[in-house]
């Protein structure tokens, strides 16, 4: 049975107590946890709902079996600023992305958009680093419907610069803390095509009633898995020439 309103509601008041609060905590009660796809997206919706926070983008993946890639970024944690805060305390998960920042709405319609309407809807590709953390105390091993009830582990999002040349499914990632010795890795994107995810997520959304917005910035997936780096120490980023940046977490 799908998880009625007063239960979407409790899950929902518990994942935002946490997500202010910036804490973690067990698995949801059992009575209020969603069992399956659908009662992990109308969790997350709920909470989108009750926290009254505009989405100021979107982390999107293809789907799988058992698996539904989609979750908003809150326009209070989207950063550009060079030293930027977080809730963590002593490190912070990054995961190296691109990301599509919209220059004319995708709003909802009765027929698919083609990929050549999203495209024209793209008005920058920019570089970026989704900030990772979940509201669960170990969310490894979780079902995937609680990890979707609560946003798929996002805390939100550092937007870079825009890159300087087409966005690549591969490319040589860099990374360097201070003046130590740089770090390397072959960057791959995890569905081959970086904008797939975003052709998805435009008509994923469309067929619920639900827009892509201008302004808003799209993530597709991570090209370098997380990384795991120090608070209050200068962070150097070069995505293969594509962009170049410098960034701080402080807690």
Same mark, same amino acid.
């Given at each position: ?13 518990? *994942? ?8 973690? @905590?067990?698995?949801?009660?059992? *009575? ?6 659908? %009662? ?11 926290? @009254? ?39 912070? +998960?990054? $995961?190296? $992305? ?42 490894? /091993? ?5 990890? &979707?009830? %609560? /946003?798929?582990?996002?805390? /939100? ?26 770090? +390397? ?12 995810? &975003?052709?998805?997520?435009? +008509?994923?959304?469309?067929?619920? @009633? ?10 597709? @997936? ?6 795991? *780096? ?7 980023? %070069?995505?293969?020439? &594509? ?6 977490? +402080?807690?």
């Amino acid at each position: 049975m799908p998880l009625t309103p007063a239960l979407l509601a409790q899950a929902a008041t518990e *994942l935002i107590a946490r997500r202010t609060a910036a804490r973690q @905590g067990p698995r949801l009660p059992e *009575l209020c946890r969603p069992a399956d796809l659908e %009662d992990g997206w109308q969790v997350q919706q709920e909470v989108t709902r009750r926290l @009254g926070q505009p989405i100021g983008g979107w982390k999107a993946s293809l789907p799988s079996p058992g698996k539904l890639g989609a979750a908003p970024i809150y326009q209070p944690s989207i950063s550009r600023a060079a030293v930027s805060a977080v809730t963590s305390k002593d490190a912070v +998960n990054l $995961e190296p $992305e691109l990301a599509f920042v919209l220059a004319h709405d995708l709003p909802a319609r009765a027929h698919a958009y083609t990929e050549a309407e999203v495209d024209a809807a793209v008005g920058s590709v920019h570089a970026a680093l989704e900030i990772c953390a979940s509201r669960y105390s170990s969310h490894a /091993g979780l079902p995937f419907p609680e990890l &979707l009830a %609560d /946003g798929l582990v996002n805390s /939100g999002l550092w937007l870079g610069p825009a890159l300087t040349a087409p966005a690549a499914p591969a490319f040589e990632l860099t990374w360097q803390i201070e003046d130590e010795p740089p770090m +390397n890795a072959q960057a791959h994107h995890p569905d081959d095509h970086p904008r797939a995810p &975003l052709y998805w997520l435009a +008509n994923f959304l469309r067929e619920r @009633g639900m827009s892509l917005q201008t302004g808003q910035a799209v993530i597709t @997936g991570s090209y370098a898995g997380v990384l795991a *780096l120090p608070l209050r120490r200068r962070l150097k980023f %070069d995505y293969a020439g &594509l962009a170049r940046f410098e960034v701080a977490f +402080n807690a």
